[in-house]
């Protein structure tokens, strides 16, 4: 009896430390198969930016890393975009807030992928890259120059006039100082387009199940088996993280308080869509080189909705072991906390009429963890 | 120098419109959370600031409408939420001591409604349902229903000569709005958390024949279902003016206020 009862004690700890792997229900079953299958394969296949005629050129993916990292740009000589993209920190600041002139209101974006984005900013103000790469120049919260300045800068700088004149075919055009700001934009987008993140213990595990090969498979932690499971089952998290890049690039009301302070809010994405209606800088409009206006439709078509108030864009889950603190205004320190705030979200905070797509999901500390392992298993470590 | 004056003129012209064009907001809410963030001196500010002359107000729980009664007395139109805190939506029918506690506040407080209240299909044959009903029966309130046609179908006959607004238009077409509206002559309807009726300003045409048969019925409401929201009714006021620009004055004038104070039983107020 005794030995018996030892002997079940045993099975149930065996079982326990490896998960249901072993038992005869598999850790996924075949829809969640199905479903985490459309998250890949990684790196995705990608086509220069036809609004950008410079994307993909290697001068200006030189000249945008240079400006990139050149703190003259800015107004008081001292800022460059990596001081709050840093390289070494996932393109990011490890700050819950970016720190310009003075503190800001959200969270810096990491710029992994960007390349895939549809819009840009938190709040998606802009269709595309090279516009979004000018905004934070001509912030006075952020590296507040003018544009009057920045093209000084340049044409000043012997080797940034000669690298902008190789790629732009003529120099700095001082009298047309919107013209040369966006050809800078151009250069820094087609930098940032480089800047992609490499293959991650998901992606192996993805194109293993892909393959069918079972042996590979294997070697994908149980507990991310595990988080995986949720995330593509129960937690319904894939309804907005989806494909490779773990988003489908639009906005979305995730829960979090959107709180400046006392009688100050984030409007998020509604505000975004007045600055985008408001931009000259869009796809539709005649600073992008693309005569077919591909993409146009979109800045064409949006129009703000009640729902866009306090929604944000659905990140990309790639590489958050590098980007703490989360969410638009980095009030989740860990990963840990953000799935706490989703296994027990208030969904008096978000509208929907008939089937919610958030619902608190009430995790266990083992889901957590498994959840937690999931997501670092996006990460190229 | 011109385009300066134009601007002027423009801000003029908003701002005079503005002041043309009371609303009265028939889907607002003050919970607990709100109370925190949003003192209640801070709220009849944005009320003020926004043009809402009239607004429809009810919280979980009460506190924060009791507040606002005595903080902006002639603005704020109180309604009793049967929820004592936010996350009760869901659960309140199955749960008789919320009775006591709205037979409490009707004893104690002056209501023009009861709502808004969550409850679809069957919920309405819960003896809490029907206990609401006969509530707002003895006490002659508007019932704020946030629920399905199936549901307002059961309040009507439960209770016939009830008065129901209908949240949200039931977030069905306007079709099948228009359709509820024939069936019942004491039926409104909100357009609280609905933007399918604007267009960019332009109001869309399925909506504006709705609007066309039944001038009397429908009403703007902002629905603050988070506190971050009080922050929307400014935006909320001015595109709903937008929007009902499009439309003949009359009825721009009767969604944006009118048909709430006839539904209420309220002095019309100009």
């Not at chain 1, 050129?57 to 400006?67: K, M, Q, S, T, V």
């Not at chain 1, 590979?216 to 507990?223: D, H, K, L, Q, R």
């Not at chain 1, 988080?227 to 639009?250: D, I, K």
Request: glycine share 6%; with cysteine.
């Amino acid at each position: 009896m005794r030995v018996a009862g030892r002997l079940l004690a045993l099975v149930v700890l065996t079982l326990l430390a490896t998960g249901t792997a072993n038992s005869a229900e598999p850790v996924l079953s075949q829809s969640q198969i199905d479903k985490l299958l459309l998250h890949g394969p990684w790196p995705v296949q990608w086509d220069r930016d036809p609004s950008n005629r410079v994307s993909g050129n290697p001068n200006a993916i030189a000249l945008g890393r240079d400006l990139f990292f050149s703190p003259k740009l800015s107004g008081n000589g001292k800022m460059s975009c990596a001081t709050c993209h840093h390289p070494g920190r996932g393109w990011t600041d490890r700050l819950p807030q970016g720190l310009g002139t003075t503190k800001l209101d959200r969270n810096t974006q990491s710029l992994f992928n960007v390349r895939l984005n549809r819009w840009f900013g938190w709040d998606g103000q802009n269709d595309n890259l090279w516009a979004q790469s000018i905004r934070p120049l001509l912030d006075p919260k952020e590296m507040n120059a003018s544009a009057g300045h920045v093209v000084k800068v340049v044409n000043g700088d012997p080797e940034l006039a000669e690298a902008y004149e190789n790629v732009f075919g003529a120099a700095p055009d001082t009298a047309n100082l919107e013209l040369t700001l966006v050809n800078l934009g151009k250069a820094m987008a087609a930098f940032q387009e480089t800047i992609v993140s490499g293959r991650s213990p998901f992606d192996a595990f993805r194109d293993a199940l892909a393959k069918g090969d079972e042996k590979a498979a294997s070697a994908y932690p149980a507990a991310a088996k595990r988080g995986a499971a949720l995330f593509f089952g129960r937690g319904n998290c894939t309804f907005c993280h989806t494909g490779p890049n773990f988003t489908n690039g639009e906005f979305q009301d995730a829960g979090v308080p959107y709180f400046l302070g006392p009688g100050r809010v984030d409007k998020g994405r509604y505000a975004g869509i007045g600055k985008l209606k408001a931009s000259k800088l869009t796809l539709a409009g005649d600073y992008s080189d693309d005569p077919a206006k591909t993409g146009a439709w979109k800045v064409r078509g949006v129009r703000a909705l009640h729902r866009n108030f306090g929604e944000f864009k659905v990140p990309s889950l790639r590489n958050l072991t590098q980007t703490a603190p989360y969410m638009h205004n980095g009030s989740l320190a860990t990963l840990e906390d953000v799935v706490r705030h989703y296994s027990e979200i208030d969904v008096e905070r978000l509208h929907a009429d008939g089937t919610r797509v958030l619902a608190p999901l009430h995790l266990n500390d083992r889901e957590v963890k498994d959840l937690v392992a999931f997501l670092e298993s996006l990460s190229t470590g | 120098m011109l385009r300066l004056i134009a601007l002027f003129s423009l801000l003029l012209s908003a701002s005079a419109y503005a002041e043309e064009l009371p609303i009265f907001d028939s889907h607002i809410h003050y919970s607990h959370d709100a109370v925190e963030f949003l003192p209640p001196e801070k709220i009849a500010e944005i009320l003020k600031k926004s043009g809402v002359k009239k607004a429809l107000v009810s919280s979980s729980d009460d506190r924060g409408t009791q507040l606002l009664v005595k903080h902006a007395p002639d603005i704020v139109v109180p309604a009793l939420r049967p929820y004592r805190k936010r996350g009760e939506t869901g659960s309140w029918m199955h749960d008789p001591t919320i009775i006591e506690y709205v037979e409490d506040l009707l004893k104690r407080h002056k209501y023009h409604a009861i709502g808004e209240f969550h409850a679809f299909d069957e919920d309405i044959e819960t003896p809490v349902l029907q206990r609401i009903i006969q509530l707002a029966k003895e006490h002659d309130l508007l019932l704020h229903a946030h629920s399905d046609a199936d549901a307002v179908d059961r309040i009507f006959k439960a209770y016939p000569e009830a008065r129901v607004l209908w949240a949200h238009s039931g977030f069905v077409r306007p079709e099948r709005v228009r359709e509820m509206l024939r069936k019942y002559k004491n039926l409104w309807a909100d357009l609280a958390f609905r933007s399918d009726h604007d267009d960019n300003g332009k109001v869309v045409p399925q909506w504006r024949e709705a609007f066309e048969e039944f001038p009397d019925r429908f009403m703007v409401g902002t629905d603050t279902f988070a506190p971050e929201r009080w922050l929307y009714v400014e935006d909320h006021a001015r595109t709903s003016r937008a929007w009902l620009s499009d439309l003949p004055k009359d009825i721009a004038e009767k969604i944006a206020f009118r048909n709430a104070e006839t539904m209420l039983r309220l002095q019309p107020s100009q």
